[in-house]
DNA sequence: AATCGCTTCAACCGCGCCTAC
DNA sequence: AGTAGGCGCGGTTGAAGCGAT
């Protein structure tokens, strides 16, 4: 039932993405948007299952990810949330939008856990903002009050809508510099190492007005704005 | 310079849920 | 109601990087 079709178990490659590969993903999404995944990377060119690729994109690829060092606050707002929530890492990461929930898993694992089990989870931030705190001296540290009050502020914030992440017009992702966020590379076209789409079976148009309109992955009960913004950040 | 051990993190795996048929 | 397909989540793995010896 959850079992993959027998071309997907026997044909795709894995292990680490290639930047070709990188390039392909983004390519086909941006003139495509997401429909479905396992589809979309046959049609991309790539050897990879569509889990692979989603894996990819939401966890590498995709626009306005947050990367490198965490932040005296966002380790605060994991270390709460943790504690309230568990190892929900999607819901932790619903409340830090532009951190992915394997970087907060991974980040918990390796470095947060440890301190939050060998202490309690407030000295092991104590601590930990001493460290951050002398790397930046320009600011304060924080008290159990002010972490409390950060968290309240944080749970009763509205999650972030469309408008809070602006793209420009010009707005063009290069491969090369996933890990550093949103840029502008001139050198990079939307027709670089892509299928002609004449080649290509249709089984939808994603490019129709519908898709424009109707995004998948919407469902009554849980829609959450913000998730147009990830499924069609492009348009 | 070579080796070893530790840390980090990208990626995979298995499972469960949801939806369409 | 049952089944299949697809997606999301959390746990785990393994390769790469890096410092210590």
């Known amino acids: 039932m959850v079992r993959q079709p027998s071309w997907d178990r026997t044909c795709l490659k894995k292990g680490?993405?290639?930047?070709?590969?990188?390039?392909?993903?983004?390519?086909?999404?941006?003139?495509?948007?997401?429909?479905?995944w396992n589809e979309m990377a046959k049609y991309a060119g790539l050897s990879r299952s569509g889990?692979?690729?989603r894996l990819r994109w939401v966890n590498y690829l995709r626009p306005n990810i947050k990367r490198g060092n965490f932040t005296r606050e966002e380790e605060e707002t994991i270390v709460q949330l943790q504690k309230m929530l568990g190892n929900r890492w999607s819901a932790i990461a619903a409340k830090l939008p532009q951190r992915t929930d394997n970087d907060i898993k991974n980040y918990w694992n390796t470095?947060?856990?440890k301190g939050?089990?060998?202490?309690?989870?407030?000295s092991a931030i104590a601590s930990r903002s001493e460290i951050n705190s002398s790397l930046d001296a320009g600011e304060e540290n924080s008290s159990d009050a002010d972490s409390s009050m950060f968290l309240n502020n944080l749970l009763d914030s509205p999650i972030p809508t469309l408008e809070d992440?602006?793209?420009?017009?010009?707005?063009?992702f290069s491969p090369s510099d996933c890990n550093r966020g949103a840029v502008v590379d001139d050198n990079y076209t939307m027709e670089d190492n892509f299928i002609s789409s004449e080649k290509?079976?249709?089984?939808?148009?994603?490019?129709s007005q519908l898709w424009l309109h109707d995004p998948i992955?919407?469902?009554d009960s849980d829609y959450d704005p913000v998730?147009?913004?990830?499924?069609?950040?492009?348009f």
Request: glycine share 2%.
């Open 165 to 172: 992440f602006p793209l420009p017009a010009t707005y063009i």
């Open 111 to 113: 470095r947060l856990k």
């Open 200 to 207: 290509q079976p249709q089984p939808m148009s994603p490019n």
């Open 16 to 36: 680490t993405w290639s930047p070709d590969e990188d390039q392909k993903l983004i390519t086909y999404i941006m003139r495509h948007g997401i429909w479905n």
């Open 217 to 219: 992955y919407v469902r």
């Open 116 to 122: 939050a089990v060998e202490n309690n989870s407030a």
């Open 227 to 234: 998730d147009d913004f990830w499924v069609n950040p492009f």
């Open 51 to 53: 889990k692979s690729c």
